[in-house]
């Protein structure tokens, strides 16, 4: 009955899915017992762990009071209370929020509003944006079009509308590149799309972050837009808040999402500073609006999860265990997977993981056929293509990650193995 996302239903029940009954701490327990550590953090979005009390009693204290109310017109006390929490920690001057569900959703809020921002001035012509090579923003059609394909995407390709592509992060001057393509175009672009420091969907694609400070100075230079897209890179993944921060970079527009409720409920945001909203301002009803908005933007139960969320992310002191979970994971890959042969190159950005396979020539599924062993052992990864991904819950503990590293090391071993004996 359930239609999976990103999975052949034909195949579905050979691959051996797990299905969750509950969870708790770290660990999800399946409908016959058996319990597996999440080490992809349920796809990137569980930040604290499953099943955590505190998050538990926010959204049975929400519940008791609204679970939610539009935000088309109206407003919403825990909402705006989210909102101001917010407000404090990203890296956005003097932010304003439009909330959506997803981070696709928000990512489409983001283009609209900086194609919005310049025709609500007059200026005409600036109707496209520059993406990178390797970029994920999402599977709607807008989001597919500033994304780079790939995935079985390329279907669309007929739907998808034309960007301006810098190379992607496997190219050590896309940066440079991409400063140039802002130069030559200024006059057509709306903005630049971007997810700083790691493009995950790509298989944990990296750049230094030194190197984006340049592409934030050509955006100001030449008056074009900056969006960074931190659905993946948010809240606490690559060791500060917002991988932003590291880059030195304050956008226009900022993408939130996944970890935003810290993996409980569908919630995602389009952060615009004060430039961009103002530009929306003027006469009721007028054009200056943003015609545009989701039937459970701001919803009062992810609010309410979201802001204790974000009281518990510092009580916690979250970001020094990703520092030091974060150093652990580096030491532990490096001495026992990085020598194993079928492994190429080991991409790590604080929790955030890429292991790159190097399956034999005509061997097949190397991702999907090491992860299941993984699974068998009892703990929860998922490949892209023949990159194992690890995304370990940021509140992981030693032991867990000690456990996450041998797991997969035998799990390799297991796959290259029984590759050279047939
Ligand atoms: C950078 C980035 N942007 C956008 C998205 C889309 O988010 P969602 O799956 O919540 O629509 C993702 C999802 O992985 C992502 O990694």
Redesign the pocket.
């Known amino acids: 009955m359930v239609w999976h996302g990103f999975t052949q239903m034909a195949t579905y029940a050979e691959n051996s899915p797990i299905i969750v009954e509950c969870a708790e701490g770290r660990e999800l327990i399946d409908v016959d017992g058996n319990r597996y550590l999440d080490a992809i953090s349920s796809?990137?979005i569980t930040t604290l762990g499953h099943h955590v009390p505190e998050l538990d009693a926010a959204l049975r204290e929400q519940a008791d009071l609204v679970a939610h109310s539009t935000l088309l017109g109206n407003g919403n006390r825990t909402t705006i209370e989210f909102a101001e929490a917010l407000a404090g920690i990203v890296p956005v001057d003097e932010p304003h929020f439009l909330f959506a569900s997803?981070?696709?959703?928000?990512?489409e809020q983001a283009l609209k509003i900086a194609f919005q921002f310049w025709t609500n001035q007059g200026v005409t012509g600036r109707t496209t944006y520059l993406a990178f090579g390797g970029a994920?923003?999402?599977?709607t059609i807008g989001?597919l079009s500033v994304g780079a394909g790939g995935f079985g995407t390329d279907i669309f390709d007929p739907l998808r509308f034309d960007v301006v592509r810098a190379p992607g992060y496997d190219d050590p001057g896309c940066l440079t590149a991409a400063c140039a393509l802002i130069e030559r175009h200024r006059d057509q672009l709306a903005a630049v799309i971007v997810?700083p420091l790691v493009?995950?969907?790509a298989g944990m694609q990296l750049r230094p972050a030194a190197e984006f400070a340049a592409l934030g100075r050509a955006c100001e230079a030449h008056d074009v837009l900056l969006i960074c897209?931190?659905?993946?890179?948010g809240f606490g993944r690559t060791g500060t808040m917002f991988a932003s921060e590291q880059c030195g970079l304050r956008p226009d527009l900022m993408?939130i999402?996944?970890g935003i409720t810290g993996g409980y409920l569908?919630m995602?945001a389009t952060v615009a500073n004060r430039r961009v909203y103002d530009a929306f301002l003027g006469e009721d009803l007028g054009e200056r609006t943003l015609y545009h908005g989701h039937s459970y933007s701001g919803n009062a139960l992810a609010s309410a999860v979201g802001l204790a969320h974000l009281e518990l992310f510092d009580s916690l002191e979250v970001l020094g265990n990703v520092a030091a979970r974060s150093a652990q994971l580096d030491e532990l890959l490096r001495e026992r997977v990085a020598v194993l042969p079928g492994v190429a190159q080991i991409r790590q950005h604080g929790l955030m993981v890429g292991v790159e396979l190097d399956p034999p020539v005509g061997a097949s599924r190397w991702g999907r056929r090491v992860t299941a062993e993984s699974v068998r052992r009892g703990v929860l990864i998922r490949p892209l293509g023949d990159v194992v991904v690890l995304m370990p819950i940021l509140t992981s503990t030693a032991e867990e990650i000690e456990r996450i590293v041998s797991v997969l090391a035998e799990s390799i071993t297991a796959v290259a193995g029984s590759e050279t004996s047939t």
């Open positions: 796809l990137w997803d981070g696709a959703a928000a990512v994920y923003h999402g599977d989001t997810e493009q995950g969907a897209d931190e659905v993946a890179t993408v999402g996944k569908p995602a």
